[in-house]
T-cell receptor, first 116, second 112 residues
Framework: DVKVTQSSRYLVKRTGEKVFLECVQD?????MFWYRQDPGLGLRLIYF???????EKGDIPEGYSVSREKKERFSLILESASTNQTSMYLC???????????????FGNGTRLTVT | DAKTTQPPSMDCAEGRAANLPCNHS???????VYWYRQIHSQGPQYIIH???NNETNEMASLIITEDRKSSTLILPHATLRDTAVYYC?????????????FGDGTTLTVKP
């Protein structure tokens, strides 16, 4: 079974702090994604990566950066946390191809970040 | 990726079939329909996906209309543990990561 592990379940940070959210997957997936989830707004894609050291912006990349130094690990970085970044952050992974297009996404259980 | 429309909420009696509709009228020929669900305080969980044929697995059945403009997820015997938010999304087929657009989904409440 695919396992996507997010390092923290709950996190409280102060405004202006640099915040690292870590995600590790154990299935050798090429693709990894970061979403944020807010009531009434659904899941919104922040960044994704389809290979080591590769990244692409999603729909709401402002205020975030990412790092993919190893295939299994995808980090989301908030350079200077702000209160409007208080949210649930979800990491997901999927293989590039499995013989059928569009393999499903496998999600972690999320990190609930509160910025005070 | 095509946009999807789902009803915001639905109720279902325990033991009965839950039929969750999804409209994706702008779907293109190479886009698959995916269903996920999110139980409270957990990440979304993949349920099923399909292109144009009906699909069934141990969790659910997926019925896609012939014109592919809508689909229905069927949970044949809903239980209280099926209470969750259900997301219908479509994803473009390519060799790189597809961007999945999750809307607000349908909140399914299974009642005893």
């Amino acid at each position: 079974d695919v396992k996507v592990t997010q390092s923290s379940r709950y996190l409280v940070k102060r405004t202006g702090e640099k915040v690292f959210l870590e995600c590790v997957q154990d299935m050798d997936h090429e693709n990894m994604f970061w979403y944020r989830q807010d009531p009434g707004l659904g899941l919104r894609l922040i960044y994704f990566s389809y290979d080591v050291k590769m990244k692409e912006k999603g729909d709401i990349p402002e205020g975030y950066s990412v790092s993919r130094e190893k295939k299994e690990r995808f980090s989301l970085i908030l350079e200077s946390a702000s209160t409007n970044q208080t949210s649930m952050y979800l990491c997901a992974s999927s293989p590039l191809r499995t013989g059928r297009y569009n393999s499903p996404l496998h999600f972690g259980n999320g990190t609930r970040l509160t910025v005070t | 990726d095509a946009k999807t429309t789902q009803p915001p909420s639905m109720d279902c009696a325990e033991g009965r079939a839950a039929n969750l509709p999804c409209n994706h009228s702008t779907i293109s020929g190479n886009e698959y329909v995916y269903w996920y669900r999110q139980i409270h305080s957990q990440g979304p969980q993949y349920i099923i996906h399909g292109l144009k044929n009906n699909e069934t697995n141990e969790m659910a059945s997926l019925i896609i209309t012939e014109d592919r403009k809508s689909s229905t997820l069927i949970l044949p015997h809903a239980t209280l543990r099926d209470t969750a938010v259900y997301y219908c999304i479509v994803r473009v087929a390519n060799t790189n990561a597809g961007k999945s657009t999750f809307g607000d989904g349908t909140t399914l409440t299974v009642k005893p």
